[in-house]
């Protein structure tokens, strides 16, 4: 369990703390409006209305008592710059931004901030991914060279093992679980077969998985 400082509320902000109160972390969150702190009230463990720009305000928090600080101001990007900023000065361990731009991306780095999410970038990418192909399920984008793609298995590799196959040699593509009837089991060896009916989780780079299942 960890506890988490969250300001902003909006959308991205609401969601983001539903998470982890399914987690089971402690979450504080502070928003500057009075019906988005109180609509987060039931799901959260404290809440606090505030200006996340003003000093006084975020070192009445404690920034440093927190394992991290997530800043979801969306709708300022001003004042989400300024509240990351703050954050560093007031020595938060670790801190983490939303970016709406590659531009905000970059600033948000260069004022304090350990990581910035950018959901409309990751969205679109999980979104061409998805839609280019009807093999593939889920895509998970680790950093610019590999990812987590789970697919359906191939009519032509059903029954067959992780060996017979050589996938790792022939498409420099690791298996990392299969999934059937349901469930993922995660424990694979070359000797396991394949399901005729179910999915592979596997992690490689955008071209060897193209090229392995013949995705265009």
Request: glycine share 6%.
């Amino acid at each position: 369990m960890k506890t988490v400082l969250l300001i902003g509320l909006g959308r991205f902000g609401k969601h983001i703390a539903a998470e982890l109160n399914k987690l089971d972390h402690q979450i504080m969150a502070v928003d500057i409006d009075e019906e988005r702190v109180n609509n987060i009230l039931p799901i959260v463990t404290n809440a606090q209305i505030g200006d996340s720009t003003n000093a006084e305000f975020l070192s009445s928090l404690g920034v440093r008592n927190y394992d991290v600080c997530i800043v979801t101001i969306g709708d300022d990007f001003q004042n989400s710059l300024e509240t990351v900023s703050q954050l560093r000065e007031l020595g938060a361990k670790k801190i983490i931004a939303r970016a709406s731009t590659g531009i905000q991306e970059k600033f948000l780095l260069r004022n304090g901030a350990d990581r910035v999410v950018y959901p409309e970038k990751q969205l679109a990418a999980w979104t061409a991914i998805r839609c280019t192909s009807d093999h593939i399920l889920d895509y998970i984008e680790l950093d610019e060279d590999y990812s987590i793609y789970e697919l359906e298995v191939p009519s032509e590799w059903h029954g067959k093992t992780i060996l017979q196959l050589d996938i790792r040699k022939k498409y420099n593509i690791n298996v990392l679980g299969i999934r059937e009837g349901g469930r993922l089991r995660m424990s694979v060896s070359p000797e396991t077969p394949l399901p005729w009916n179910g999915s592979i989780l596997v992690l490689g780079n955008v071209k060897s998985v193209q090229k392995c299942f013949h995705i265009q």
